[in-house]
């Protein structure tokens, strides 16, 4: 009778070992031709997983796109249950590519690797800009249509304070269904932390008080020029006309203040305006900064180059370049130089009398060098001097 138990033991003992290992062989061949083979698809794709999905309605959604047939998804449901993923997929936008197994697809969906959308903004950019960006982009949920600056930082969680200049430059990556109010507090945030540690790294003896007036001189900086290499010495004139109490004259400070009036030229009547923002009427900065601001334009303004230039004109010449001048009499030959000569011949001609001591009138002139003039508010009537 023992010998009979432990015959029969052993028999169901091996036919135990036989099960197990068709059963292991069984799973390997469906790992290896089912969970481990290419989806069948030929280009890539997108599949959405909402909030509300679950595994078994993944699965039937995934069959009936061509992903999988119906055995793939029954063995796809079975080994993410078994390998307990089945709870640990998430929501989100997720790129199908070609040559992706079901176990790789099983994992993407469980890593939360989704899609990321990219929206670039530019500096320079105002805040009315930024916003147009924002609700143009299909990406996002729009929550801010149709409320002004206001109400806007109100919906941020920064109630009463104007945001010109208050969000980051630069090329963003999120996902699909991101709002327009979480893209915004990511920009502030970054803007923040950016000008916080600027505003710790300035030198002892900067003339600006406050993080926001390094702020909003670096705005100015940032429209003022496209050449980076300029910053520092465009920050320089604007920090020792604000030494001398000089007026900053820019123009893009008019043109802000113009807002949509503005037409793409600057008249005589327009520097008149009467607006805190423009800056050949009122001296000292304006109120706020005037555009989005840039890690380097931010650094120019805290650490303006040295020097004696109070004065700079564009050379018109597609670089983007200024020539820069310390006193007044030589910036006037640097407008005729680079703005007056080809532009108003005969006004180029007058001028050359006034100032020559320049090279163009040198070349037009057999007068003599004339003494350079000492700073002057005096120059609104002649084109483009600051």
Same mark, same amino acid.
């Given at each position: 009778?023992?010998?009979?138990?432990?015959?029969?033991?052993?028999?169901?003992?091996?036919?135990?070992?036989?099960?197990?290992?068709?059963?292991?062989?069984?799973?390997?061949?469906?790992?290896?031709?089912?969970?481990?083979?290419?989806?069948?698809?030929?280009?890539?794709?997108?599949?959405?997983?909402?909030?509300?999905?679950?595994?078994?309605?993944?699965?039937?959604?995934?069959?009936?796109?061509?992903?999988?047939?119906?055995?793939?998804?029954?063995?796809?449901?079975?080994?993410?249950?078994?390998?307990?993923?089945?709870?640990?997929?998430?929501?989100?936008?997720?790129?199908?590519?070609?040559?992706?197994?079901?176990?790789?697809?099983?994992?993407?969906?469980?890593?939360?690797?989704?899609?990321?959308?990219?929206?670039?903004?530019?500096?320079?950019?105002?805040?009315?800009?930024?916003?147009?960006?924002?609700?143009?982009?299909?990406?996002?949920?729009?929550?801010?249509?149709?409320?002004?600056?206001?109400?806007?930082?109100?919906?941020?969680?920064?109630?009463?304070?104007?945001?010109?200049?208050?969000?980051?430059?630069?090329?963003?990556?999120?996902?699909?269904?991101?709002?327009?109010?979480?893209?915004?507090?990511?920009?502030?945030?970054?803007?923040?932390? %950016? @000008? *916080?540690?600027?505003?710790?790294? #300035?030198?002892?003896?900067?003339?600006?008080? $406050? =993080?926001?007036?390094?702020?909003?001189?670096?705005?100015?900086?940032?429209?003022?020029?496209?050449?980076?290499?300029?910053?520092?010495?465009?920050?320089?004139?604007?920090?020792?006309?604000?030494?001398?109490?000089?007026?900053?004259?820019?123009?893009?400070?008019?043109?802000?203040?113009?807002?949509?009036?503005?037409?793409?030229?600057?008249?005589?009547?327009?520097?008149?305006?009467?607006?805190?923002?423009?800056?050949?009427?009122?001296?000292?900065?304006?109120?706020?900064?005037?555009?989005?601001?840039?890690?380097?334009?931010?650094?120019?303004?805290?650490?303006?180059?040295?020097?004696?230039?109070?004065?700079?004109?564009?050379?018109?010449?597609?670089?983007?370049?200024?020539?820069?001048?310390?006193?007044?009499?030589?910036?006037?030959?640097?407008?005729?130089?680079? %703005? @007056? *000569?080809?532009?108003?011949?005969? #006004?180029?001609?007058?001028?050359?009398?006034? $100032? =020559?001591?320049?090279?163009?009138?040198?070349?037009?002139?057999?007068?003599?060098?004339?003494?350079?003039?000492?700073?002057?508010?005096?120059?609104?009537?002649?084109?483009?001097?600051?």
């Amino acid at each position: 009778m023992i010998n009979f138990l432990i015959k029969l033991g052993i028999r169901l003992l091996i036919t135990l070992l036989v099960i197990s290992a068709a059963l292991a062989g069984g799973a390997y061949w469906i790992h290896e031709n089912r969970l481990q083979m290419p989806l069948p698809i030929s280009q890539d794709a997108r599949y959405i997983i909402t909030a509300k999905s679950n595994l078994a309605l993944i699965s039937s959604e995934l069959v009936d796109k061509g992903f999988f047939d119906y055995p793939t998804a029954w063995t796809w449901l079975a080994m993410a249950r078994w390998q307990q993923k089945a709870h640990r997929i998430k929501a989100g936008e997720y790129a199908i590519l070609v040559g992706m197994t079901p176990q790789q697809l099983l994992d993407l969906f469980v890593e939360g690797k989704t899609v990321q959308h990219v929206l670039t903004v530019p500096e320079g950019w105002t805040f009315r800009q930024l916003l147009t960006a924002l609700h143009n982009e299909p990406s996002l949920t729009h929550k801010l249509k149709g409320l002004d600056d206001k109400a806007v930082m109100a919906q941020l969680g920064f109630p009463n304070q104007h945001p010109e200049g208050r969000f980051y430059p630069d090329t963003y990556h999120f996902p699909l269904g991101m709002s327009d109010i979480e893209f915004l507090q990511r920009a502030y945030h970054i803007m923040a932390q %950016q @000008l *916080k540690t600027a505003w710790e790294k #300035r030198p002892p003896d900067l003339i600006l008080t $406050s =993080p926001d007036e390094a702020l909003t001189l670096a705005s100015i900086v940032e429209k003022e020029t496209a050449v980076p290499s300029e910053r520092p010495q465009i920050a320089g004139v604007f920090t020792r006309r604000l030494k001398l109490g000089m007026r900053l004259q820019t123009d893009p400070t008019v043109i802000y203040a113009l807002g949509e009036a503005y037409d793409g030229n600057i008249h005589q009547q327009d520097l008149l305006v009467d607006s805190p923002y423009n800056t050949y009427v009122y001296k000292g900065l304006p109120p706020t900064p005037i555009s989005l601001v840039g890690k380097e334009a931010l650094n120019a303004a805290l650490n303006p180059a040295a020097g004696d230039s109070l004065y700079f004109v564009a050379k018109g010449d597609g670089s983007g370049s200024h020539y820069f001048s310390a006193t007044l009499g030589e910036h006037e030959c640097a407008v005729i130089e680079y %703005q @007056l *000569k080809n532009k108003a011949p005969a #006004r180029f001609r007058s001028r050359c009398h006034e $100032s =020559p001591h320049c090279g163009a009138c040198r070349n037009n002139s057999s007068s003599s060098v004339g003494e350079a003039r000492k700073p002057s508010q005096s120059a609104l009537s002649f084109p483009k001097i600051r």
